[in-house]
């Protein structure tokens, strides 16, 4: 009897490896895709580059090149005429760091409520998602020149003190009016200006974080926030202690996600980068594509500095 049964225990361990199996191939097969563009299309383009900026071109031969000793990559900080490399790479990491909390908090705050029981939510996710089918291509430079024109003819809100600028929704005049009795240090109030006056921009880069944000709020039980109200427990201590924390590993998933979205779009420094000129022609290629690694080595490690500490305070749900 004892034998019979450790024959059945040993055929459902066997199902069950081959389940696994056809499931981790199941998985290889849907990456696969992905995996043959990347080693064959992608990443002959990185050692193609990587190579540019090591090599410079030899003049009247297309195809001899010189190792340059590493010579482009100082030549990108210290070469006279890429003297505002250093300004638009500290420009680009800022604005990064700026975007990143100003698309979380944005993004968690509407996903928070469209998540919320009312009629017609379907409509206003489907809204607010719009911006990012339409923020590609030619559609994302008509918005845009169409948004600057609309700004530039409304002006700032009119106090009658002509303080705003054109293009420009609130000046730190009108939120100083509106936020009149609170202490708000000079930095937090251009850091709230310019976020209002850059809503258009956060509003296009925050559907796909909302929608992540909206599937996490989605996937939390209802028996949990059952149990906490029965316990008593205000909407403010259910949001920081059982929403918030539960939602944490989406947090870390949109910020990641929130800063390559910010590498890849024109930003200040691949605007410099793109447009730049030097006087020596065969040294330009070297340079500005020099230039270009050390602005990907840069976010790399504000990547890496970023999950580190997200993750210190990210909270995985065990599953038993």
Same mark, same amino acid.
């Given at each position: 009897?004892?034998?019979?049964?450790?024959?059945?225990?040993?055929?459902?361990?066997?199902?069950?490896?081959?389940?696994?199996?056809?499931?981790?191939?199941?998985?290889?097969?849907?990456?696969?895709?992905?995996?043959?563009?990347?080693?064959?299309?992608?990443?002959?383009?990185?050692?193609?580059?990587?190579?540019?900026?090591?090599?410079?071109?030899?003049?009247?031969?297309?195809?001899?090149?010189?190792?340059?000793?590493?010579?482009?990559?100082?030549?990108?900080?210290?070469?006279?005429?890429?003297?505002?490399?250093?300004?638009?790479?500290?420009?680009?990491?800022?604005?990064?760091?700026?975007?990143?909390?100003?698309?979380?908090?944005?993004?968690?705050?509407?996903?928070? @409520?469209? !998540?919320?029981?009312?009629?017609?939510?379907?409509? $206003?996710?489907?809204?607010?998602? /719009?911006?990012?089918?339409? *923020? +590609?291509?030619?559609?994302?430079?008509?918005?845009?020149?169409?948004?600057?024109?609309?700004?530039?003819?409304?002006?700032?809100?009119?106090?009658?003190?002509?303080?705003?600028?054109?293009?420009?929704?609130?000046?730190?005049?009108?939120?100083?009016?509106?936020?009149?009795?609170?202490?708000?240090?000079?930095?937090?109030?251009?850091?709230?200006?310019?976020?209002?006056?850059?809503?258009?921009?956060?509003?296009?880069?925050?559907?796909?974080?909302?929608?992540?944000?909206?599937?996490?709020?989605?996937?939390?039980?209802?028996?949990?926030?059952?149990?906490?109200?029965?316990?008593?427990?205000?909407?403010?201590?259910?949001?920081?202690?059982?929403?918030?924390?539960?939602?944490?590993?989406?947090? @870390?998933? !949109?910020?990641?996600?929130?800063?390559?979205?910010? $590498?890849?779009?024109?930003?200040? /420094?691949?605007?410099?980068? *793109? +447009?730049?000129?030097?006087?020596?022609?065969?040294?330009?290629?070297?340079?500005?594509?020099?230039?270009?690694?050390?602005?990907?080595?840069?976010?790399?490690?504000?990547?890496?500095?970023?999950v580190a500490v997200l993750s210190a305070y990210t909270f995985y749900q065990k599953k038993k």
């Amino acid at each position: 009897m004892t034998d019979m049964l450790e024959v059945k225990v040993k055929k459902k361990r066997k199902k069950t490896v081959s389940l696994d199996k056809k499931k981790a191939r199941a998985g290889w097969i849907f990456v696969l895709p992905f995996i043959i563009g990347l080693v064959f299309v992608y990443f002959p383009i990185v050692f193609e580059s990587l190579e540019q900026s090591l090599f410079y071109k030899v003049p009247g031969d297309a195809t001899a090149r010189v190792f340059n000793k590493f010579a482009s990559y100082y030549e990108a900080f210290f070469n006279a005429d890429t003297s505002g490399f250093a300004q638009a790479l500290f420009t680009s990491v800022g604005e990064i760091i700026l975007d990143i909390p100003m698309i979380l908090l944005f993004s968690l705050f509407m996903a928070v @409520l469209l !998540n919320q029981k009312i009629g017609g939510r379907a409509v $206003f996710r489907a809204i607010f998602f /719009v911006p990012v089918i339409l *923020s +590609t291509g030619i559609m994302e430079s008509i918005d845009a020149s169409a948004v600057l024109d609309t700004m530039s003819n409304a002006g700032g809100i009119d106090d009658g003190s002509g303080s705003s600028a054109a293009g420009e929704i609130v000046d730190a005049v009108d939120l100083q009016k509106f936020f009149n009795g609170i202490s708000l240090t000079d930095g937090m109030l251009k850091y709230v200006t310019d976020a209002i006056n850059d809503i258009f921009n956060i509003v296009n880069r925050s559907g796909v974080q909302m929608l992540i944000f909206l599937a996490g709020l989605q996937s939390i039980s209802p028996a949990i926030y059952e149990s906490v109200q029965i316990d008593g427990a205000s909407a403010w201590e259910t949001f920081w202690k059982i929403t918030f924390p539960m939602i944490s590993p989406m947090i @870390l998933v !949109n910020a990641v996600y929130t800063v390559i979205d910010a $590498f890849t779009v024109d930003s200040t /420094v691949m605007t410099y980068i *793109s +447009t730049l000129k030097l006087t020596e022609v065969e040294k330009t290629t070297a340079i500005t594509t020099a230039m270009s690694w050390i602005y990907f080595l840069l976010v790399i490690a504000i990547l890496g500095i970023l999950v580190a500490v997200l993750s210190a305070y990210t909270f995985y749900q065990k599953k038993k």
